[in-house]
């Protein structure tokens, strides 16, 4: 071009980093890319342990369609409802979809509470999902609060093109992590003295990076609070159907019904928003079925309007509604997701509890596990976490998610997921970190100050990720269809 | 429910109208899904002829999706693919769909101008993809200038959660709605004035509702005009692909003028340069939801690929039109006839209309409609006066057609009637109805219902039929009030209440 481009021709937004990818969560996936691990061709690769994905499950789930080949439209038995679905374009959705989703959600809390299929909203993906909340609960401006560490995508989702701001409200290992109502409270007031208008409270439960679940006082004493305030409650329950063990998973959904169920109607409904999506519980995330569960009629009906700026593929409606509504294999598809999960993280951090490496304790769902290296860390700074974090890629060849990229105020703590890879992986990557701790027994000892290794050190300039054309979401550069000849 | 409600306060934009429907575009629906027709349940049904649908060619992809089971991920010959594409959520898209998306847009506009995949961005079907390049252009409270009549949703695509304003800039029949230099300035001056800075100008062509293509010069033209001001051209091309007769010929592409004028940025930056895409129209595939933006400038394509993370195209669906659009053949074939048969629906309809003196706008040379001239039957030139002949029409006559009015139209008059989303038969009762429509006034049958007559000069008052009169207010309360399971309950961008699927068994 011989006119050089004027930045100022594009929106702010366009110009900003608002999309959030200048963070070093997005950092790990470079090593992988360049270097990423296979059994045969490149055993000695990085394992990519940085994606929460579910591959567990797959096998139920093709077994199923076998089974049933109507569900699709391509199938000779159900080609015939090929038209009609490609032609339905109608942003309250197939009924039968609606219908399969409402029903799973239920099935997912075991039957103690129903949705209801009308105020199921589609929206592109748990992504589009924090978005069109975002939009229609606050104007720019206004923020949310936001428990730490949270999803990253957090940062693009609710920020990003709605101008909104958001509050961390931190919580750290003196208490497992969990949100104290006095933090709670806290952030709150203090957000009102710096004049920034709250506007509600997002919640991740079971959350995303700690994988642990909210009891039951804790969700209704906080809802109590958002209630008092008249600020919204927004629960991201995306994760409900991974939660592998006790205790029992309480579902915001079964706190309002118990509200209204005991006559008391303490709660003002038009306040409680549920995101969902079948990314993380049935191992979807391309199919980009993300959920807005509404109690505020008014909430419900304006998201339903902005799906259609990301309403789920006709065609993929048509097979989930199918899908779902098969209730035996609803149920055996939950059981088996539960069990797997169990497995694997039993025998992950059963692996990592033999050498001395710990993980949050009262995690009993999600897809990873919030592992504690506090002490290998050289200090407890943020640095020497990125330090311990180049390490942990460039010589135990695993990408995992260091603690600050999930805003954690605490250094020293990773994400490392487990269920995107099957079980030979999984023992690879555990010898890996087998014989990492055994070659630096001597820093497992009690933290003294070491000097800071210059060849370890991170440079943080913000780098424009895509010159390595990723999605920093969906790193699968090697994934075979990248590669598929056209 | 009965909880405690106090006052719980949400975003001024989920409670503005810019939503955009409460126009009356969207009331047409009403008389629709409360009576719709069927040939043999209800003869005498309100037929649809409001949506912009293309069913003419759906024969043929349902014929190519049976001899191609493995493009499937769910028969027995593509399920091996199952998992892959299911955790399939890279933003870039699978390369195999930007190349054979890009193919079919090479296909489309006659293998005249090439298509980078790379530049594909994916978009939530076109009203994402609209949405989506205009997040990357302007700022809230900036200003896009769009030629009217347009599509109604521009509104709420281009302006609602943007913020970005929309001036129209005008057209009107007395140049066959030609955009000419002096509305663009106007339109221009206008937004200066009042203190909105202008970032783009969007061209919907073909032009949706007038059907009609930009010839090389004015579009070259526009894109001067832009270049000079710069300021951003995006170019909603989503009905290329729906020329009848002709095509190659008959459509040209933003991308030919850039691959002209390559050498004089000065009358073409194509950094300013976007076009927006999708398969809805072009290939009958709505549902699908397959918005495409691709823009000319890298900037763009970067944020545009971050920002389509909010609308991706489902995997599942990425894989079977990669598989699809990569079979040239079929293409090819289906591009021929798709454009023939929209050519021989339309030459039926308008050849129809012609017989009882109807006009249509004789420069339309592509489009699922055809925009029709009933300025004689205005009892007023006014839009209160087309409007009353809308309720006729809706109401008598039994078509769902719609009113230039909600297009944003200056001279009242003109309808949007379509054509492509029926079958033959029900076109020929549709034009029966109209001949009898038309024949009985002629007649002066003076039905005591008959609002309508031929034009005379405005002389005394207007005669409003009450019972014909319908309440825009009904339609705001069945949206905005208390969720109802009832199936008729629709989206009014697709009133298709008798679609089986919507009494499919749990």
Same mark, same amino acid.
């Given at each position: 071009?011989?006119?050089?481009?004027?930045?100022?021709?594009?929106?702010?937004?366009?110009?900003?980093?608002?999309?959030?990818?200048?963070?070093?969560?997005?950092?790990?996936?470079?090593?992988?890319?360049?270097?990423?691990?296979?059994?045969?061709?490149?055993?000695?690769?990085?394992?990519?342990?940085?994606?929460?994905?579910?591959?567990?499950?797959?096998?139920?789930?093709?077994?199923?369609?076998k089974k049933n080949p109507a569900a699709s439209i391509c199938t000779p038995e159900g080609v015939?409802?090929?038209?009609? *679905?490609?032609?339905?374009? =109608?942003?309250?959705?197939?009924?039968?979809?609606?219908?399969?989703?409402?029903?799973?959600?239920?099935?997912?809390?075991?039957?103690?509470?129903?949705?209801?299929?009308?105020?199921?909203?589609?929206?592109?993906?748990? &992504?589009?999902?924090?978005?069109?909340?975002?939009?229609?609960?606050?104007?720019?401006?206004?923020?949310?609060?936001?428990?730490?560490?949270?999803?990253?995508?957090?940062?693009?989702?609710?920020?990003?093109?709605?101008?909104?701001?958001?509050?961390?409200?931190?919580?750290?290992?003196?208490?497992?992590?969990?949100?104290?109502?006095?933090?709670? /409270?806290?952030?709150?007031?203090?957000?009102?003295l710096n004049n920034i208008r709250v506007k509600g409270l997002l919640l991740t439960n079971p959350?995303?990076?700690?994988?642990?679940?909210?009891?039951?006082?804790?969700?209704?004493?906080?809802?109590?609070?958002?209630? /008092?305030?008249?600020?919204?409650?927004i629960c991201d329950e995306i994760y409900s159907a991974t939660v592998f063990g006790k205790p029992?998973?309480?579902?915001?959904?079964?706190?309002?019904?118990?509200?209204?169920?005991?006559?008391?109607?303490?709660?003002?409904?038009?306040?409680?928003?549920?995101?969902?999506?079948?990314?993380?519980?049935?191992?979807?995330?391309?199919?980009?079925?993300?959920?807005?569960?509404?109690?505020?009629?008014? *909430?419900?009906?304006?998201?339903?309007?902005?799906?259609?700026?990301?309403?789920?593929?006709?065609?993929?409606?048509?097979?989930?509604?199918?899908?779902?509504?098969?209730?035996?294999?609803?149920?055996?598809?939950?059981?088996?997701?539960?069990?797997?999960?169990?497995?694997?993280?039993?025998?992950?951090?059963?692996?990592?509890?033999?050498?001395?490496?710990?993980?949050?304790?009262?995690?009993?769902?999600?897809?990873?596990?919030?592992?504690?290296?506090?002490?290998?860390?050289?200090?407890?700074?943020?640095?020497?976490?990125?330090?311990?974090?180049?390490?942990?890629?460039?010589?135990?060849?695993?990408?995992?998610?260091?603690?600050?990229?999930?805003?954690?105020?605490?250094?020293?703590?990773?994400?490392?997921?487990?269920?995107?890879?099957?079980?030979?992986?999984?023992?690879?990557?555990?010898?890996?970190?087998?014989?990492?701790?055994?070659?630096?027994?001597?820093?497992?000892?009690?933290?003294?100050?070491?000097?800071?290794?210059?060849?370890?050190?991170?440079?943080?300039?913000?780098?424009?990720?895509?010159?390595?054309?990723?999605?920093?979401?969906?790193?699968?550069?090697?994934?075979?269809?990248?590669?598929?000849?056209? | 429910?009965?909880?405690?409600?106090?006052?719980?306060?949400?975003?001024?934009?989920? &409670?503005? /109208?810019?939503?955009?429907?409460?126009?009356?575009?969207?009331?047409?629906?009403?008389?629709?899904?409360?009576?719709?027709?069927?040939?043999?349940?209800?003869?005498?049904?309100?037929?649809?002829?409001?949506?912009?649908?293309?069913?003419?060619?759906?024969?043929?992809?349902?014929?190519?999706?049976?001899?191609?089971?493995?493009?499937?991920?769910?028969?027995?010959?593509?399920?091996?693919?199952?998992? =892959?594409?299911?955790?399939?959520?890279?933003?870039?898209?699978?390369?195999?769909?930007?190349?054979?998306?890009?193919?079919?847009?090479?296909?489309?506009?006659?293998?005249?101008?090439?298509?980078?995949?790379?530049?594909?961005?994916?978009?939530?079907?076109?009203?994402?993809?609209?949405?989506?390049?205009?997040?990357?252009?302007?700022?809230?409270?900036?200003?896009?200038?769009?030629?009217?009549?347009?599509?109604?949703?521009?509104?709420?695509?281009?302006?609602?959660?943007?913020?970005?304003?929309?001036?129209? %800039?005008?057209?009107?029949?007395?140049?066959?709605?030609?955009?000419?230099?002096?509305?663009?300035?106007?339109?221009?001056?206008?937004?200066?004035?009042?203190?909105?800075?202008?970032?783009?100008?969007?061209?919907?062509?073909?032009?949706?509702?007038?059907?009609?293509?930009?010839?090389?010069?004015?579009?070259?033209?526009?894109?001067?005009?832009? &270049?000079?001001?710069?300021?951003?051209?995006?170019?909603?091309?989503?009905?290329?692909?729906?020329?009848?007769?002709?095509?190659?010929?008959?459509?040209?592409?933003?991308?030919?003028?850039?691959?002209?004028?390559?050498?004089?940025?000065?009358?073409?930056?194509?950094?300013?340069?976007?076009?927006?895409?999708?398969?809805?129209?072009?290939?009958?595939?709505?549902?699908?939801? %397959?918005?495409?933006?691709?823009?000319?400038?890298?900037?763009?394509?970067?944020?545009?690929?971050?920002?389509?993370?909010?609308?991706?195209?489902?995997?599942?669906?990425?894989?079977?039109?990669?598989?699809?659009?990569?079979?040239?053949?079929?293409?090819?074939?289906?591009?021929?006839?798709?454009?023939?048969?929209?050519?021989?629906?339309?030459?039926?309809?308008?050849?129809?209309?012609?017989?009882?003196?109807?006009?249509?706008?004789?420069?339309?040379?592509?489009?699922?409609? *055809?925009?029709?001239?009933?300025?004689?039957?205005?009892?007023?030139?006014?839009?209160?006066?087309?409007?009353?002949?809308?309720?006729?029409?809706?109401?008598?006559?039994?078509?769902?057609?719609?009113?230039?009015?909600?297009?944003?139209?200056?001279?009242?008059?003109?309808?949007?009637?379509?054509?492509?989303?029926?079958?033959?038969?029900?076109?020929?009762?549709?034009?029966?109805?109209?001949?009898?429509?038309?024949?009985?006034?002629?007649?002066?049958?003076?039905?005591?219902?008959?609002?309508?007559?031929?034009?005379?000069?405005?002389?005394?008052?207007?005669?409003?039929?009450?019972?014909?009169?319908?309440?825009?207010?009904?339609?705001?309360?069945?949206?905005?009030?208390?969720?109802?399971?009832?199936?008729?309950?629709?989206?009014?961008?697709?009133?298709?209440?008798?679609?089986?699927?919507?009494?499919?068994?749990?």
């Amino acid at each position: 071009m011989v006119f050089k481009l004027n930045n100022q021709l594009l929106s702010r937004m366009a110009i900003g980093d608002g999309h959030g990818e200048n963070s070093s969560y997005f950092d790990g996936w470079k090593a992988y890319d360049s270097d990423p691990y296979h059994h045969q061709n490149n055993p000695d690769g990085v394992i990519q342990m940085g994606l929460a994905e579910n591959q567990l499950c797959f096998d139920k789930v093709e077994e199923w369609l076998k089974k049933n080949p109507a569900a699709s439209i391509c199938t000779p038995e159900g080609v015939a409802g090929f038209k009609d *679905v490609a032609i339905f374009q =109608d942003y309250h959705g197939l009924p039968q979809f609606r219908n399969a989703v409402a029903k799973f959600m239920g099935k997912v809390r075991g039957d103690r509470v129903s949705f209801d299929p009308d105020r199921i909203v589609m929206a592109g993906g748990a &992504t589009g999902a924090h978005e069109t909340v975002a939009f229609c609960l606050a104007d720019p401006g206004e923020a949310l609060l936001v428990p730490t560490p949270y999803y990253p995508g957090f940062d693009r989702d609710l920020r990003w093109r709605t101008g909104v701001q958001l509050v961390p409200i931190e919580c750290d290992s003196a208490n497992n992590f969990k949100l104290r109502m006095e933090d709670l /409270e806290a952030a709150y007031e203090m957000a009102k003295l710096n004049n920034i208008r709250v506007k509600g409270l997002l919640l991740t439960n079971p959350s995303n990076p700690l994988g642990t679940i909210l009891d039951g006082d804790t969700l209704r004493n906080i809802a109590a609070f958002t209630n /008092e305030n008249n600020i919204h409650l927004i629960c991201d329950e995306i994760y409900s159907a991974t939660v592998f063990g006790k205790p029992d998973y309480v579902s915001i959904a079964e706190i309002v019904d118990e509200d209204r169920k005991s006559g008391r109607n303490g709660l003002n409904l038009d306040l409680i928003h549920i995101v969902y999506s079948l990314s993380k519980d049935m191992g979807f995330p391309g199919l980009r079925v993300g959920i807005v569960y509404s109690y505020n009629d008014v *909430v419900m009906n304006c998201a339903r309007k902005m799906s259609s700026f990301g309403l789920v593929s006709a065609q993929t409606q048509h097979m989930i509604g199918s899908m779902l509504s098969d209730q035996e294999f609803v149920e055996e598809f939950l059981g088996a997701n539960r069990a797997r999960l169990a497995e694997r993280h039993g025998a992950f951090t059963g692996g990592l509890g033999r050498v001395g490496i710990r993980c949050l304790r009262s995690s009993n769902a999600g897809l990873f596990v919030w592992m504690d290296l506090r002490r290998l860390l050289k200090e407890q700074s943020v640095e020497a976490e990125t330090a311990l974090w180049r390490v942990i890629i460039n010589e135990v060849k695993l990408n995992v998610s260091p603690g600050s990229s999930f805003h954690c105020s605490e250094p020293g703590w990773f994400r490392v997921c487990f269920a995107n890879m099957d079980d030979e992986t999984m023992e690879v990557a555990l010898g890996r970190i087998r014989a990492f701790v055994a070659k630096h027994k001597e820093a497992m000892k009690p933290a003294r100050k070491l000097c800071a290794q210059s060849s370890l050190k991170l440079s943080f300039s913000g780098r424009i990720y895509d010159e390595f054309i990723m999605s920093p979401r969906s790193p699968i550069p090697q994934s075979p269809l990248v590669r598929a000849r056209t | 429910m009965e909880s405690v409600k106090g006052s719980c306060v949400l975003s001024k934009m989920a &409670t503005n /109208e810019r939503h955009g429907e409460n126009s009356p575009y969207f009331d047409g629906w009403k008389a629709y899904d409360a009576y719709p027709f069927h040939p043999t349940d209800r003869p005498d049904g309100v037929i649809q002829m409001g949506l912009a649908e293309n069913q003419l060619c759906l024969d043929m992809i349902r014929d190519w999706i049976e001899k191609n089971p493995q493009a499937s991920i769910c028969t027995p010959e593509g399920l091996h693919m199952f998992k =892959d594409v299911a955790l399939f959520q890279d933003y870039h898209g699978l390369p195999r769909f930007r190349q054979a998306v890009a193919k079919f847009m090479e296909r489309g506009r006659g293998n005249k101008v090439r298509f980078d995949p790379e530049r594909i961005v994916m978009g939530g079907g076109a009203t994402g993809a609209n949405e989506l390049i205009t997040f990357c252009l302007a700022d809230d409270g900036d200003a896009f200038l769009v030629p009217s009549p347009y599509y109604p949703a521009f509104d709420r695509d281009l302006g609602w959660r943007t913020k970005v304003q929309i001036i129209p %800039v005008h057209c009107n029949s007395s140049n066959n709605f030609q955009i000419t230099r002096p509305a663009l300035e106007t339109a221009y001056d206008q937004a200066t004035r009042t203190g909105s800075t202008v970032k783009g100008l969007v061209i919907a062509n073909p032009s949706n509702p007038l059907g009609t293509c930009l010839d090389r010069t004015t579009l070259e033209s526009l894109v001067a005009f832009a &270049t000079e001001k710069r300021i951003h051209l995006v170019a909603d091309e989503i009905y290329a692909a729906t020329v009848f007769h002709n095509p190659t010929t008959q459509f040209v592409s933003v991308a030919e003028v850039i691959r002209d004028n390559a050498a004089d940025p000065a009358r073409c930056d194509p950094d300013l340069i976007h076009i927006v895409y999708s398969l809805s129209k072009d290939m009958g595939l709505p549902g699908l939801r %397959v918005g495409v933006v691709y823009s000319y400038n890298d900037a763009v394509v970067r944020c545009g690929r971050r920002m389509s993370s909010f609308g991706l195209v489902s995997s599942q669906t990425q894989h079977l039109l990669a598989a699809m659009l990569s079979d040239e053949d079929f293409v090819g074939r289906l591009l021929l006839e798709s454009s023939r048969r929209l050519g021989e629906r339309h030459g039926r309809f308008s050849k129809g209309l012609e017989r009882v003196g109807i006009r249509c706008l004789e420069s339309s040379c592509a489009g699922l409609f *055809v925009w029709m001239d009933l300025r004689h039957l205005l009892k007023e030139a006014s839009y209160e006066g087309e409007l009353a002949l809308w309720r006729v029409i809706v109401n008598e006559v039994k078509l769902n057609v719609s009113p230039g009015v909600s297009f944003h139209c200056v001279e009242p008059g003109w309808f949007r009637v379509c054509f492509a989303n029926m079958d033959e038969g029900t076109m020929e009762v549709a034009l029966q109805r109209i001949r009898a429509f038309i024949q009985g006034k002629e007649a002066g049958d003076g039905r005591e219902n008959n609002d309508v007559g031929v034009v005379k000069p405005p002389a005394g008052k207007k005669r409003w039929q009450k019972d014909l009169r319908l309440s825009f207010k009904t339609v705001r309360r069945s949206e905005e009030g208390h969720v109802s399971s009832s199936p008729l309950r629709m989206s009014p961008h697709s009133p298709i209440p008798r679609s089986p699927l919507l009494w499919a068994r749990n």
